[in-house]
């Protein structure tokens, strides 16, 4: 359906995660439609809005101004002004800000959509051939408090595992995973998913570490790890 104005007041808007192709003709008519466009980066958003030849007024909202924000944000919404929400790349609100928004706007009656769009977990977890029927979705791990815990309970899931991390904490990831899951596991990096240097390695958690420890670690990294065996 080809709407001339869109129904809801906030809409989050997922963006490309490296490929501009994978913006969604909905996304883009919505970015033209709203009155503002709340961007976690608003130089980046601005590249990704030249590119789609959008003009927009654009406004911060990162998790450094997300409290602060949130009250005139909210009272804007209710007083008509449509907005739409996007992050840096993906699906805001996933590993990026959003929740808070989100859950304040409910709170306060006002229609709010999601739109379906791009996001780095799902082409990961396709990517690594392990079930996808049920899978857990993690996040980032604590870096330092917690993170033992967190590795010791997930040892036990029996279902697939997705975790995001950064390049620099990759292989200190693959490590800890060895360590409580054992190194014979088998899990999967995905890296620059939708990028030029795209690639998958799957592989035992022993045999991945020693592969990155080998390569000059670049890019943004999803691993995902096959659940237990019931
Ligand atoms: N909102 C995003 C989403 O929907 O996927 C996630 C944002 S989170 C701040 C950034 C993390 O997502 C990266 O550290 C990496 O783990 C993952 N990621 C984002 N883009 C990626 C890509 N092109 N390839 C692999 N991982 C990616």
Known sequence: MNESRPAAQLYLVPTPIGNL???????????????TILAED???????????EIQKPLQSY????????????????EK?????????????????PGFLLVREALQHGIRLECLPGPTALVPALVNSGFPTDKFVFEGFLPHKKGKQTRLKFLAEETR???LYESPHRVIKTLQG???FMGGERLASVSRE??????????????ALITYFQNQKIR????????GKEA
Request: aromatic share 2%; proline share 1%.
């Open 62 to 77: 990162h998790i450094f101004n997300e409290h602060k924000v949130l009250t005139g944000l909210i009272q804007r919404l």
């Open 80 to 96: 008509g002004e449509q907005m739409a929400l996007v992050s840096d790349a993906g699906t805001p609100a996933i590993s990026d």
């Open 42 to 52: 608003t130089r980046q958003t601005g590249i990704l809005l030249k590119h789609l």
């Open 21 to 35: 192709e994978d913006i969604t003709l909905r996304a883009i008519r919505i970015l033209s439609q709203v009155d």
């Open 219 to 226: 890019g943004e990294f999803v691993i995902v790890i096959k």
């Open 160 to 162: 697939s595992i997705i």
């Open 193 to 206: 998913l939708t990028k030029m240097h795209e690639e998958t390695q799957t592989d035992t958690l022993d």
């Open 177 to 179: 995973l060895a360590e």
